[in-house]
């Protein structure tokens, strides 16, 4: 493993199973992350998203396959090491707002919060506290209570509280859900200071246009894989630049193709491959093919 890979899934499987059915949310997923990068997650509702951020964060143990997450090989870690993990080393964040705070505790005081427990000295924890809501753009905010807060200013609050420990990975699963497309902005703006601040690692599960428009690497995932990556190389995150597609192809040479292509050209089961010098040609194959291979 790459000295600057923070996370890598091989092969991950998942299996749930409820009563006597079995659901495969995980089918062998691979995924490699950077240290410090910042990465979207987008795909179907059911296709294992939040299965995938579950065990990374250890919430989740995986059925198969490995995943590491720093130092740490979360699919073999006891009860307790996956307890300090989640305290000390992942954040979370969540869609629905009410999940991530506690409704009595000002702003401030959901951030001291787990600090607190990790027994961090009260002086320390409020310093980091206010440090942390002025970079999500709060510092104005302190003293509100949840209630008080636009759902915009909730999921800013959440970041500051999932940050507090200073946490290597932030997971984050449709943070921007249940908000515009201004507020959406204003929460992507708070992830992208503090994956500069702290150099932390980011996952962020998203439909969000105004969110995938401003990530430079997004993951889709389909059917309990990773199908397609989009890069964009560039400086600015606002202005988007050069963006490539990419299909990813798995350890045994299998690749995804996008279904709009598929739909496109009418493709069936089987396809007809062509090695053409540097790159390879596919074509659907129609009966008269069958009749006559060329
Ligand atoms: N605790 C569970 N028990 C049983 N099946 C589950 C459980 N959690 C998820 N699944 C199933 O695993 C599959 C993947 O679910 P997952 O929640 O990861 O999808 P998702 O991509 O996050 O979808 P969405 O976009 O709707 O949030 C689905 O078929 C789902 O029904
Ligand atoms: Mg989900």
């Given at each position: 493993?790459?000295?600057?890979?923070f996370i890598e899934?091989?092969?991950?499987?998942?299996?749930?199973?409820?009563?006597?059915?079995?659901?495969?949310?995980?089918?062998?997923?691979?995924?490699?992350?950077?240290?410090?990068?910042?990465?979207?997650?987008?795909?179907?509702?059911?296709?294992?998203?939040?299965?995938?951020?579950?065990?990374l964060g250890a919430?989740?143990?995986?059925?198969?396959?490995?995943v590491r997450v720093g130092k740490h090989?979360l699919?073999?870690?006891?009860?307790?090491?996956?307890?300090?993990f989640?305290?000390?080393e992942v954040?979370?964040?969540?869609?629905?707002?009410?999940?991530?705070?506690?409704?009595?505790?000002?702003?401030?005081?959901?951030?001291?919060?787990?600090?607190?427990?990790?027994?961090?000295?009260?002086?320390?924890?409020?310093?980091?506290?206010?440090?942390?809501?002025?970079?999500?753009?709060?510092?104005?905010?302190?003293?509100?209570?949840?209630?008080?807060?636009?759902?915009?200013?909730?999921?800013?609050?959440?970041?500051?509280?999932?940050?507090?420990?200073?946490?290597d990975l932030?997971?984050?699963?449709?943070?921007?859900?249940?908000?515009?497309?201004?507020?959406?902005?204003?929460?992507?703006?708070?992830?992208?200071?503090?994956?500069?601040?702290?150099?932390?690692?980011?996952?962020?599960?998203?439909?969000?246009?105004?969110?995938?428009?401003?990530?430079?690497?997004?993951?889709?995932?389909?059917?309990?894989?990773?199908?397609?990556?989009?890069?964009?190389?560039?400086?600015?995150?606002?202005?988007?630049?050069?963006?490539?597609?990419?299909?990813?192809?798995?350890?045994?040479?299998?690749?995804?193709?996008?279904?709009?292509?598929?739909?496109?050209?009418?493709?069936?089961?089987?396809?007809?491959?062509?090695?053409?010098?540097?790159?390879?040609?596919?074509?659907?194959?129609?009966?008269?093919?069958?009749?006559?291979?060329?």
């Amino acid at each position: 493993m790459s000295s600057d890979i923070f996370i890598e899934c091989e092969n991950l499987v998942k299996v749930y199973k409820i009563g006597g059915l079995e659901v495969i949310a995980l089918k062998g997923l691979d995924l490699q992350v950077r240290s410090g990068e910042m990465i979207a997650l987008v795909g179907p509702s059911g296709s294992g998203k939040s299965t995938l951020m579950n065990t990374l964060g250890a919430l989740d143990t995986p059925s198969a396959g490995t995943v590491r997450v720093g130092k740490h090989d979360l699919s073999r870690m006891s009860p307790r090491e996956k307890v300090m993990f989640q305290r000390r080393e992942v954040g979370f964040m969540w869609q629905q707002a009410d999940r991530n705070l506690l409704p009595y505790l000002t702003a401030q005081e959901n951030v001291e919060f787990p600090m607190i427990l990790d027994g961090t000295k009260a002086r320390d924890s409020r310093q980091r506290a206010q440090r942390l809501l002025t970079l999500v753009g709060l510092e104005h905010r302190l003293n509100h209570l949840p209630k008080q807060l636009s759902v915009g200013e909730l999921q800013r609050t959440a970041l500051a509280v999932a940050l507090a420990n200073q946490p290597d990975l932030l997971l984050a699963d449709e943070p921007t859900g249940a908000v515009d497309s201004q507020a959406a902005n204003h929460i992507f703006d708070a992830l992208h200071t503090l994956n500069q601040e702290f150099g932390t690692t980011i996952v962020i599960v998203t439909h969000d246009h105004t969110v995938i428009k401003r990530v430079n690497r997004v993951a889709g995932i389909r059917d309990g894989f990773i199908t397609t990556e989009i890069i964009r190389r560039e400086t600015d995150s606002r202005t988007g630049g050069t963006e490539q597609e990419y299909a990813v192809m798995d350890r045994v040479g299998r690749v995804f193709l996008p279904p709009t292509y598929i739909e496109t050209l009418d493709m069936e089961s089987r396809i007809r491959l062509l090695l053409q010098g540097d790159h390879i040609s596919l074509y659907p194959e129609y009966e008269s093919e069958n009749a006559n291979p060329r």
